[in-house]
């Protein structure tokens, strides 16, 4: 487990584990030549892709940033993807129980990044977290309900319609700050709505950038992945994160890489974007 002290406040990195996706998905235009240098894949042409989730101790609050795959993926999606459902027995080791966390943020709710919002309970689906208050985009998920045929697959409604139905889930309009100390600040690209996690204590900033930049293999402008919406916008996005993120020594959070939760960001000598060692 990784945990860190950001000023007052203690980030703890929790995985629910491994899947694996197209690696010539997760590195959309860029040439296999390029990418399997950086992120090898098997005989199926797949890559290891991890689910970060980041738990933020404030102090006053316990908050839960993105919620992996969950446990509820249908059997058609497990045989492509897995579901290896390991976030709960992380937060157990980390000494918490569900009903510690009391904020929960998604970046956005494709089923990757918010599957243990909800678990199954009979007919029903019910809050995983059940004194949580939860966050997205209201824009977001007006995308996901209009079941566009480029990524219907990607929403699940069971993961967040229940929660709205029930008043847990809260619908934001823009950038926003969620408790004293986290924000969200949307940026596009991915999808039109996705937000990143804005924290910060004491003159310390970390930031959870979720899909705009997934890991740590995915730190140029031009490596997007196949699957964002609008790859001009996630170029754009990811030039106005850099020139905050950079100067401003932010750490920066990667919700896919498989062994690098978070890291702090330079220019190398060519002035690209690369990890600081
Ligand atoms: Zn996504």
Not at 148 to 158: I, K, T
Not at 239 to 252: C, D, H, N, V
Not at 253 to 258: E, G, K, S, Y
Request: net charge neutral; charged share 20%; glycine share 8%.
């Amino acid at each position: 487990m990784h945990t860190l002290n950001l000023g007052d406040f203690e980030l703890m990195a929790v995985s629910d584990g491994i899947y694996h996706l197209d690696g010539g998905a997760f590195f959309g235009v860029v040439p296999k030549l390029l990418w399997q240098k950086k992120t090898p894949a098997d005989a199926n042409n797949r890559v290891p892709v991890g689910l970060n989730s980041v738990v933020v101790r404030t102090g006053a609050h316990t908050v839960l940033i993105e919620t992996g795959i969950g446990n509820k993926l249908p059997e058609k999606l497990i045989a492509i993807y897995g579901q290896p459902a390991q976030l709960l027995d992380g937060l157990s080791s980390a000494g918490l129980s569900p009903d510690d966390i009391d904020v929960v943020i998604n970046t956005h709710l494709h089923f990757d990044h918010c599957g243990w919002n909800t678990i199954r309970r009979g007919d029903q689906h019910v809050a995983t977290f059940p004194k949580a208050r939860y966050y997205v985009q209201a824009g977001e998920w007006r995308h996901g309900r209009r079941q566009l045929e480029r990524d219907a697959v990607s929403y699940m409604s069971a993961n967040y319609d229940p929660l709205l139905a029930n008043g847990q889930m809260q619908l934001l309009h823009g950038d926003q700050e969620i408790v004293p100390g986290i924000s969200v600040k949307v940026f596009a690209g991915h999808t039109r709505h996705m937000q990143a996690v804005v924290v910060q204590s004491a003159q310390k900033t970390a930031c959870y950038i979720s899909d705009l930049i997934p890991t740590t293999a995915h730190l140029e402008l031009t490596w997007g992945m196949a699957f964002d919406l609008f790859p001009l916008e996630t170029i754009e996005s990811r030039k106005r994160f850099y020139s905050r993120a950079i100067p401003e020594k932010w750490l920066t959070m990667f919700t896919h890489d498989p062994s690098v939760p978070w890291a702090y960001l330079t220019k190398d000598e060519r002035g690209k974007p690369a990890i600081a060692r």
